[in-house]
């Protein structure tokens, strides 16, 4: 949530340097009058920012493309175990194709560090942490 603003179930971020790309679920209007409105594939675009959206269950499939030729790959095992699944045969995917050219990533990062370093920088117009610039109480 804290990199997209995203808070719908089953969405997956891939994100590099030049590209975000989302799967999310997409509309499906009875599901939406029982659970509530979900932003779908235009919505991941056009709400969130993302550079391309496609539905969840076209990750696997798409998935190789975006990891192949990346040096590393930012990824928590043992939260979910049908997102390892799919990663784990993404790079097996990527590795396999080796003898033509294509390198998979040589490492597998989990990202709480980048993220949390990401967290402390503070853009201009971030507010302020609570007491910043005012004076501390004297005892």
């Known amino acids: 949530w804290y990199l997209t603003g995203f808070e719908q179930p089953e969405a997956v971020a891939v994100l590099s340097k030049d590209r975000f790309v989302f799967f999310v679920q997409p509309r499906d209007p009875l599901l939406e009058t029982w659970n509530g409105r979900r932003p779908g594939v235009e919505g991941a675009v056009a709400i969130f920012g993302a550079d391309e959206a496609y ?79 005012s004076p501390s109480p004297r005892g």
């Open 55 to 133: 539905p969840i269950g076209e990750l696997a499939a798409r998935l190789p493309a975006l990891i192949e030729n990346r040096p590393r790959l930012y990824h928590t095992f043992g939260h979910d175990r049908e997102l390892d699944e799919r990663v784990i045969a993404a790079l097996a995917d990527v590795r396999s194709r080796a003898r033509r050219g294509v390198s998979a990533p040589s490492e597998v990062i989990p990202p709480h560090e980048r993220i949390h370093e990401l967290r402390r920088r503070k853009s201009p117009r971030a507010p302020a942490p609570p007491g910043a610039g």
